[in-house]
């Protein structure tokens, strides 16, 4: 073959797997359209308890790390702030509006290793599990920056009845 013919072979086989990621990208946002983030300032007069700077992972099914929701707003990593308040969290992401996770929509909040293409340390990561409009459930991972995982867990379990879990 000629180093023409490779160059051909290999520009068509980069342009057909470009065009095999951008379909299962459409259909992933197909698939998830219908779903919301619960978009929204807190209520008035909620007070900020603790703020964890923070890398916003990813959105998954709920006990299902590898598989990610394209919902709008939350469908790629970005750095984040999370701002654990009296009443709920919310979830500053860069580039994208207020996201506010009342107390009685978190489900949950553990410790992970391992989310999509993040895997890190023992319990590094964050796992929220909370409610979407439809009652299912979702899990949202975050990194915190300056502070350990398991201050982020603890503080935001203490909203919660459950508390935390593993």
Request: avoid cysteine; glycine fraction near 10%; aromatic fraction near 6%.
């Amino acid at each position: 073959m000629t180093r023409e013919g490779a160059l051909v072979v290999t520009i068509a086989v980069v342009l057909v797997l470009f065009g095999a990621l951008a379909w299962a990208w459409m259909r992933r946002r197909r698939r998830d359209g219908g779903l919301r983030a619960p978009f929204g300032e807190p209520p008035a007069g909620a007070h900020a308890r603790d703020v964890f700077p923070s890398l916003y992972v990813a959105t998954t099914r709920h006990d299902e790390p590898l598989e990610r929701l394209a919902i709008a707003g939350l469908a790629f990593r970005s750095r984040a702030d999370v701002t654990v308040t009296d009443g709920g969290v919310v979830l500053d992401l860069a580039g994208q509006p207020r996201m506010y996770l009342p107390a009685g929509r978190i489900a949950a909040v553990a410790q992970s290793t391992v989310a999509i293409d993040r895997v890190v340390e023992k319990d590094g990561l964050v796992r929220l599990t909370w409610r979407l409009d439809d009652g299912a459930l979702a899990d949202t991972y975050l990194r915190p920056q300056d502070s350990s995982a398991r201050a982020l867990a603890d503080s935001i379990g203490a909203l919660t009845t459950t508390g935390t879990d593993a």
